[in-house]
């Protein structure tokens, strides 16, 4: 039938009636029966399937999970996918963190504007009207990057080009946004606000020079007059951090603004070269304390020589001690039996040990007492030697399995040690591998930060895995997320081929036992497996010289050096069900903390360095942290509905409450707080600002959607859902 007649059909089709070819061809049928037919939706459907199971008294079976891993034949696996392109993964997440925080203090300036001038309308000069359209281009890039050959990996090089050049160019343009807002809010004297598009006033502390280069720091020039330094904390939550600056002097302090008090500090290196120091640049690292929502102004000085701490380093490497020579640091080696002794670092919550010969993790002590063995190994996948093989969709190993990571001369060891960080760097041949304690107290010290820089650009069929190999009795069985929304379950089976047991990680995972589970977060998905019990294995790289035969006719040799970092957090449970458990599970509260931290790390931004210092105060949106399981997706600036790419003054609140797994409480409790009511007062947790209206709406913020103004009433927020609000700030 032509799609034509289905269009009269659709239109001119009567329930009442009997349909005119049915009853042409069928007369001695039509004659004994009588029949309705409607066009029906999914819902209808459903409502009809359970009411006959209800009159037959039966149930259908229940399929849980979803169809991950998916082959088309064969044991084609499509779980290389999970993994291509990672340099382009990562600056997918850099471009979202980047867009939330910018609709978010963009709204928030609009908002003090208005307040500012009374009436309603915005401080001059403001180009309200330019920044809003970046903040529209800025989203339909992230959006059009969620393309299936975007996100995947699976493009063509100039295609892929092409996307890395929207993101690159959208994260330049939304910094504007971002520094231009950040400007007007921290001026004490807004009558000093003047937009220079060529001299703008504020900077970000580093610069991304390319689509396919990574972010570098700035050097900050220091000299007598003090240089100002504004850091944003784009989440809801009090948050201790330490912030890294990169200066042209060992000798510095840096002091908070508003009250004047120094701030414990940490001088690093910077390594040119895994065995050289820089003599011009210095990593400058402080503690900072970041209200929710906030611009937080410090003052960095150059201080008397020697009076700023500075971190100690011991250089090793496995039967040939290096030499590295510095002025500014204190530099040893390993002497005779302390060479073959475990490396090992503590804080006030974990202590680690490492291997002297490859400085790879070897074990972990919480607060508690309970030691756990987790290995950091690295792997190699090659892939067949005939017929189909491995490329940006497909994951087809050879059949000799993952081969363990190799070098021709042991690796370059650095053990650093300080007052605000301590950490354990191993330079491979391929990637550089660095493990980080910071000495903090409260939640933000509990996890473990592991970074990787990945280059395997010298290799041929290779996937390059790093591997965590625990005592954690976990079975065949790991969690993954779902697009970083609820946790599900992954069983391993023996009976499907290797590359079938890879899922997709967003942005965590995690194995448990009875009493304690180890988490995964990550700034960046990639693919994850358990292949054996207590083991997680992350693939962080792959480059194929082959199209797979699935559309894209090339392979995947446009690799580039790649950043990859993540939280590693152990946890004691309490109560908890044996291994199994439910097909769904959360995330603990610690958990939740330590993702959001990761996903949207602080902004730096610094001030000009002109000598003249310009009256900034803080600025904090609220008086205090949201629950701990209420997260703020977005606060977002709606366009005006008559006139086209214009700021309204209505804005839509996006608040996701989340589930979290109560078998691990963390202690001491953190500085938020969290009730099982599923009504909160919005009015309360976002004081000081004021909602003169709140209508609760659709996650498409359609108007046909929105219901009647509840402003000052409590809002209905239940775990795991995602709440949508049209909003007017006074």
Known sequence: MSGNTWYLRYHTLDPAEPEPAFSSRNPDVYSRIWYQARFGTLSDYFAALHRRLAEARTKLPTLRGDFFTYADRDDHYWSGYFTSRPFYKRLDRTLESTLRATEIFYTLTLAEMRRFRGDGRLVEGFPAHEHYQRLTEGRRSLGLFQHHDAVTGTARDPVVIDYGTRLFHAILNLRQVLL???????LLDKSQYHKDQSKPFLQMDEVISAQDALPQKTTLTLGDEPRS??????????????????????????????????????????????SKMSSKAFQLSFTAELPPLSLTVYHVIKAPAGSASRARYVVHRHGDPPTVHSEHFQVSRLQGAEADLSLSLSNKHLQIWSSPETGLLQKLQLQSGRVRQVQVRF???GTRTSGDRSGAYLFLPGGEGPQAYSSSEPPLIRVTRGPIFSDITSCFPHFTHTVRLYHLDGHAGKSLEISN???????????????????????????????????QQRRSLEKLPLQANFYPMTSAAFLQDASSRLSLLSAQSQAAASLR???????????????????????????????????????????????GGASVEHLSLLAHLASLSLSHPPITMVGPGDGQLRKLRPFQALHSSLPCDLHLLNLRTLEDPKEAGTPSQEVALLLHRKGFDCSSIPTPPPACSWNGLDELDLDDLFAPLQFRSLRRSGLTLLR?????????????????????????ID
């Open 533 to 579: 019990p207590g083991e997680l294995e992350l693939v962080l790289d792959r480059r194929l010289q082959q199209d797979d035969n699935r559309g894209l006719g090339q392979g995947v040799t446009d690799n580039k050096p790649t950043a990859t970092l993540y939280h590693l957090l152990l946890e004691d449970r309490g109560g908890a069900e044996e291994v």
């Open 229 to 274: 330094v504004i850091v944003l904390n784009p989440t809801e939550q009090l948050r201790t951090s330490v912030i890294t600056l990169v200066v042209d002097s060992p000798d510095a302090r840096v002091v908070d603004a508003a009250s004047g008090r120094p701030m414990a500090v940490q001088v690093s290196a910077v390594w040119a070269e895994p």
């Open 379 to 381: 792997l190699w996948y």
């Open 453 to 487: 820089m990945v280059d395997i650009r010298s290799e041929t069929n290779k996937e390059l895995v790093m591997r965590l190999v625990t005592d954690v009795a976990s079975g065949n069985r790991f969690y993954t997320d779902l697009n970083g929304f609820q946790m």
């Open 180 to 186: 231009s807002s950040a400007h007007w809010l921290i």
């Open 704 to 728: 046909d959607h929105d219901q009647p103004d509840s402003a000052h009433q409590a809002q209905e927020l239940r775990p795991m859902e995602i709440s949508a609000f049209r909003v007017e």
